[in-house]
């Protein structure tokens, strides 16, 4: 009988915010503990043991665990079966599984409690399943691998935290002989020299924010933040900017971000990103022509290229979503956490193979308007705004680049 009395008192507690997900309000469940106290006459094991006693049994009521999963299951899986399931292949997944073990963050686990902490392999495999799979709550995460949900909190953060230290070393500006590498991939491949990569932004979607919800309105009209990313020839993140509200616009992102500021570092020794109409076009951002109507057959050509050649990051953001399907839709509630989960994401994008993409599951289309921001913007047309430049200030001195370019282009189409 106290058990349901527990568990009513706690249910009803954990759903009375209409905004609060399954997952998340039971990541709180020990906050309820003194309303318990509370509510209940009967004497319940005292203390914070006893709290935690309370919370693992709500936590295991009704579920269905898998016993042993990573254990028994997974290595039966074949190479593919194991790539569809975890995203990555086995070694990426073995290499990240010794990296962990050997952090303070894995080794500050050992002995604490008198219990044997969840293995290295373990969190690996629970993180990748749980980005990976567009469905997976962290409820059905916790069943499958046997964990209850506020342990698999604990899993998730600190696999974040160990891939965003991680992060400077994996997600970095090319080395002078990466530069040459890129630059002749570009030259030989489309005809345009110096080119570094491009830059580009996506959206990532998100439920209603609790706070600022116009800010996070897009042009598309459903919720998102912003990720701006730039790769390479092999479609690998060489800097990443994640978290302005889905309102702002691309150039307004770019000039807040670290990426603008070190334009000249990652330039240094000659060398350009590529950007669409709605960056500025300076010396170390090159930009399309703007379709006025009036572009001569050279700058026609010049947009062509430059649009093969930029495709490459649309492609990486992509790739990047389809890997880890949690992208096309965050259910989180905290901001920050979202941030932080996105960028460990493109740690895990640039240690993979992207060329196993075809194991995966179609890409999703994640850019449908959201009839809760249509609410809040008054919409009666749910048609979406159309693209916009933004009109971004052009400096002469990119300007002048770019004429040199297209010129040279057309020397080297007629040579």
Same mark, same amino acid.
């Given at each position: 009988?106290?058990?349901?009395?527990?568990?009513?008192?706690?249910?009803?507690?954990?759903?009375?915010?209409?905004?609060?997900?399954?997952?998340?309000?039971?990541?709180?469940?020990?906050?309820?503990?003194?309303?318990?106290?509370?509510?209940?006459?009967?004497?319940?094991?005292?203390?914070?043991?006893?709290?935690?006693?309370?919370?693992?049994?709500?936590?295991?009521?009704?579920?269905?665990?898998?016993?042993?999963?990573?254990?028994?299951?997974?290595?039966?899986?074949?190479?593919?079966?194991?790539?569809?399931?975890?995203?990555?292949?086995?070694?990426?997944?073995?290499?990240?599984?010794?990296?962990?073990?050997?952090?303070?963050?894995?080794?500050?686990?050992?002995?604490?409690?008198?219990?044997?902490?969840?293995?290295?392999?373990?969190?690996?495999?629970?993180?990748?399943?749980?980005?990976?799979?567009?469905?997976?709550?962290?409820?059905?995460?916790?069943?499958?691998?046997?964990?209850?949900?506020?342990?698999?909190?604990?899993?998730?953060?600190?696999?974040?935290?160990?891939?965003?230290?991680?992060?400077?070393?994996?997600?970095?500006?090319?080395?002078?002989?990466?530069?040459?590498?890129?630059?002749?991939?570009?030259?030989?491949?489309?005809?345009?020299?110096?080119?570094?990569?491009?830059?580009?932004?996506?959206?990532?979607?998100?439920?209603?924010?609790?706070?600022?919800?116009?800010?996070?309105?897009?042009?598309?009209?459903?919720?998102?933040?912003?990720?701006?990313?730039?790769?390479?020839?092999?479609?690998?993140?060489?800097?990443?900017?994640?978290?302005?509200?889905?309102?702002?616009?691309?150039?307004?992102?770019?000039?807040?971000?670290?990426?603008?500021?070190?334009?000249?570092?990652?330039?240094?020794?000659?060398? #350009?990103? =590529?950007?669409?109409?709605?960056?500025?076009? %300076?010396? /170390? &951002?090159?930009?399309?022509?703007?379709?006025?109507?009036? *572009?001569?057959?050279?700058?026609?050509?010049?947009?062509?290229?430059?649009?093969?050649?930029?495709?490459?990051?649309?492609?990486?953001?992509?790739?990047?979503?389809?890997?880890?399907?949690?992208? #096309?839709? =965050?259910?989180?509630?905290?901001?920050?956490? %979202?941030? /932080? &989960?996105?960028?460990?994401?493109?740690?895990?994008?640039? *240690?993979?193979?992207?060329?196993?993409?075809?194991?995966?599951?179609?890409?999703?289309?994640?850019?449908?308007?959201?009839?809760?921001?249509?609410?809040?913007?008054?919409?009666?047309?749910?048609?979406?705004?159309?693209?916009?430049?933004?009109?971004?200030?052009?400096?002469?001195?990119?300007?002048?680049?770019?004429?040199?370019?297209?010129?040279?282009?057309?020397?080297?189409?007629?040579?």
């Amino acid at each position: 009988m106290m058990a349901k009395n527990i568990a009513d008192i706690v249910m009803r507690n954990l759903f009375e915010n209409e905004d609060s997900s399954e997952d998340e309000a039971a990541i709180n469940l020990p906050n309820i503990g003194l309303q318990i106290m509370r509510e209940l006459d009967e004497d319940i094991p005292a203390g914070v043991q006893g709290l935690q006693e309370i919370v693992e049994l709500l936590e295991r009521r009704d579920r269905v665990a898998v016993p042993l999963y990573v254990e028994q299951t997974v290595p039966l899986y074949s190479d593919e079966e194991f790539v569809s399931h975890f995203r990555m292949k086995r070694g990426v997944v073995n290499d990240l599984s010794v990296r962990f073990r050997n952090t303070e963050i894995f080794r500050s686990l050992l002995g604490h409690g008198g219990y044997e902490p969840v293995t290295p392999e373990k969190h690996v495999l629970v993180f990748l399943w749980f980005v990976g799979h567009q469905t997976a709550s962290y409820r059905d995460v916790g069943d499958r691998f046997d964990l209850s949900i506020s342990c698999l909190h604990d899993v998730i953060t600190r696999m974040i935290n160990f891939l965003l230290e991680l992060a400077p070393t994996v997600i970095c500006f090319p080395t002078e002989a990466e530069k040459q590498t890129t630059k002749m991939h570009y030259l030989t491949t489309k005809g345009l020299p110096d080119v570094l990569g491009s830059v580009d932004g996506t959206h990532i979607r998100i439920d209603k924010p609790a706070e600022d919800k116009d800010a996070y309105i897009n042009r598309k009209h459903y919720f998102s933040f912003q990720m701006q990313g730039a790769v390479n020839e092999k479609k690998q993140f060489i800097d990443v900017f994640i978290g302005y509200p889905g309102s702002v616009h691309d150039a307004r992102v770019f000039a807040n971000s670290s990426l603008s500021r070190d334009m000249h570092t990652l330039c240094r020794g000659g060398g #350009y990103m =590529l950007g669409d109409a709605a960056y500025p076009c %300076m010396p /170390q &951002l090159i930009t399309p022509y703007r379709d006025n109507g009036h *572009l001569t057959v050279a700058q026609r050509q010049f947009n062509m290229t430059h649009s093969s050649c930029r495709i490459s990051v649309e492609h990486a953001f992509g790739k990047l979503k389809q890997r880890f399907r949690q992208l #096309y839709h =965050l259910k989180l509630q905290d901001m920050r956490r %979202m941030v /932080q &989960l996105v960028h460990a994401c493109c740690v895990l994008h640039n *240690l993979a193979d992207l060329d196993d993409l075809n194991i995966f599951e179609p890409p999703d289309v994640d850019d449908l308007p959201d009839p809760e921001a249509h609410r809040i913007l008054g919409v009666v047309d749910p048609a979406p705004a159309a693209d916009e430049d933004g009109n971004p200030d052009d400096l002469p001195t990119g300007q002048n680049l770019r004429d040199e370019l297209c010129r040279q282009l057309v020397a080297r189409r007629h040579n």
